[in-house]
C-alpha cells in the first residue's frame, strides 16, 4: 500500500473515532486556566479536558506567551508534547484578562464555578457535595499553581468548589486538580445530557444517548 493510501485509510479512522466520541462530550462546559505558570501543566490539563470530553479551554494569558489562533495554538509544539497532542483536538482560546473571559462567559449566557479549598465570604462545597447539571453553561476555573484563583474570580462565581483531602498536604498539582475535578462535572453532565435534551428537565428523550464507550 503507497504512503497516500496509508494517510487516506488514517484520516478515515480518525473521522470515524470522531463521530464515534460526539456523544460523549459535554455541551456548553469550558475548562478556565487562569494565568497558569507553567506550559507543562497547561499541556497536562488540555489532555484532562480532552480525555474527559470538555468542550473548551480558556487561558487566561496576560503575558501573551500562547498565540492568539487557535490554529496556531494546535501547532504549538511545547502544548502538543505536554498534551500528548490533544492541543490538535481541543478548542483552545486566550485572554488578556481575568475579567475580559468573565465578561465574554456571561454575554454567552455561561456561570462560572471556582475551584478553591479556602475561601471566605463565598458559598463554598466539596466535590461529591455538588449538583454540576443545574447550570445550562458552565465554566469551571482553575487557578495558578502559586496564588490559587483571583478574588475576582470568586467573587463573580455562583460558588467555590473544593476537593476533599485526608492528608497534611491540602493542595494538589494542576494538572492532578484538574484531572479530579473534571472527571466528576463531566460524569454529571454526560449522564444528564443522556436522559434530557435540554436543560430544563422537561424534555427528556425518548432514547437514552450513552454514557460509556462500549468495550471492544
Known amino acids: ?14 473521522r470515524s473515532r470522531v463521530k464515534e466520541l460526539k456523544p460523549f ?9 487562569e494565568e497558569p505558570n507553567d506550559i507543562g501543566n497547561i499541556g497536562t490539563v488540555i489532555r484532562n479536558v480532552n480525555a ?5 479551554v ?7 506567551a500562547l498565540p492568539d489562533e487557535w490554529q496556531e495554538m494546535r501547532e504549538t509544539r511545547a502544548l502538543s508534547k505536554t498534551s500528548g497532542s490533544a492541543n490538535k483536538w481541543t478548542f483552545v482560546k486566550r485572554f488578556d484578562s481575568t475579567q475580559d473571559c468573565l465578561d465574554h462567559l456571561r454575554s454567552n ?3 462560572s464555578v471556582a475551584t478553591s479549598p479556602h475561601v471566605k465570604g463565598k458559598a463554598s462545597y466539596y466535590l461529591d457535595e455538588c449538583d454540576f447539571t443545574e447550570m445550562a453553561k458552565l465554566a469551571v476555573w482553575f487557578g495558578n499553581e502559586a496564588r490559587g484563583i483571583s478574588e475576582a474570580a470568586v467573587q463573580q462565581s455562583e460558588f467555590c468548589v473544593a476537593i476533599p483531602m485526608f492528608g497534611l498536604v491540602e493542595s494538589l498539582n494542576l494538572g492532578t486538580s484538574s484531572g479530579i475535578v473534571l ?7 454526560r449522564a444528564y445530557q443522556s436522559e434530557y435534551a435540554r436543560s430544563n428537565r422537561r424534555q427528556k428523550r425518548s432514547v437514552p444517548l450513552p454514557t460509556t464507550i462500549p468495550r471492544d
Open 1 to 14: 500500500m503507497n504512503d497516500d493510501s496509508d494517510a487516506k485509510k488514517s484520516r478515515k479512522s480518525l
Open 25 to 33: 462530550q459535554c455541551k456548553n462546559l469550558i475548562a478556565v486556566l
Open 52 to 56: 474527559s470530553g470538555v468542550e473548551k
Open 58 to 64: 480558556y487561558i487566561i494569558d496576560p503575558q501573551g
Open 109 to 111: 449566557g455561561y456561570k
Open 183 to 189: 472527571y466528576e462535572v463531566t460524569k454529571q453532565r
